[in-house]
T-cell receptor, first 112, second 116 residues
């Protein structure tokens, strides 16, 4: 079965600093990988996804992630954090055609 | 218009009661899900329906019974509520149209259930 591990349940950065949220996956087949964001009291929204092709994937709000098969990683980055980026971030891997398995989430806090 | 809407948004009830949460999507999707998010924010899939047919049924107590009257609606009924059922329940939907693990899920805003 596929699984996802997010390193760090809480990440805190200063406004304008680099954001790096780590995600490692386990999959017996070529994975489809996702990052979702959850703002307070809201549902999850898709940030970006990797299926095939280019390993550097760009998403919304300036986020991007790089698929590294050799490291089984799909880390999320943003060059310059903004206060509005404060949220919970979830990495997920597709298990079969219709099931997403989520990591445990990383809370991102932005310090002024 | 809200794409995936859940009602109620908040639900506070006593142990032992029975309650239902309803979900509707107007996206034309053919697959709908229930996810449970616990107090530590961990998201776990509970059920999935494709065109009214149950296709995913994780290890969930049989006090939980999903129903999909049509592909735009998915309800969750919970009998004999327990303290551990307190959580946020998210409905989600997607359009599958054949095999594709790259389907993007659209989530509702969640229904926060508190069992006292």
């Amino acid at each position: 079965a596929q699984s996802v591990t997010q390193l760090g349940s809480h990440v805190s950065v200063s406004e304008g600093a680099l954001v790096l949220l780590r995600c490692n996956y386990s999959s017996s087949v070529p994975p489809y990988l996702f990052w979702y964001v959850q703002y307070p009291n809201q549902g999850l929204q898709l940030l970006l996804k990797y299926t095939t092709g280019a390993t550097l994937v760009k998403g919304i709000n300036g986020f991007e992630a790089e698929f590294k098969k050799s490291e089984t990683s799909f880390h999320l980055t943003k060059p310059s954090a903004h206060m509005s980026d404060a949220a919970e971030y979830f990495c997920a891997v597709s298990e079969g055609a219709q099931k997403l398995v989520f990591g445990q989430g990383t809370r991102l806090t932005i310090n002024p | 218009d809200t794409a995936v809407s859940q009602t109620p948004k908040y639900l506070v009830t006593q142990m032992g009661n029975d309650k239902s949460i309803k979900c509707e999507q107007n996206l034309g999707h053919d697959t709908m899900y229930w996810y449970k998010q616990d107090s530590k924010k961990f998201l776990k899939i509970m059920f999935s329906y494709n065109n009214k047919e149950l296709i995913i049924n994780e290890t969930v107590p049989n006090r939980f019974s999903p129903k999909s009257p049509d592909k735009a609606h998915l309800n969750l009924h919970i009998n004999s509520l327990e303290l551990g059922d307190s959580a946020v329940y998210f409905c989600a939907s997607t359009l599958t149209g054949g095999y594709s693990g790259a389907n993007v899920l659209t989530f509702g805003a969640g229904s926060r259930l508190t069992v006292l």
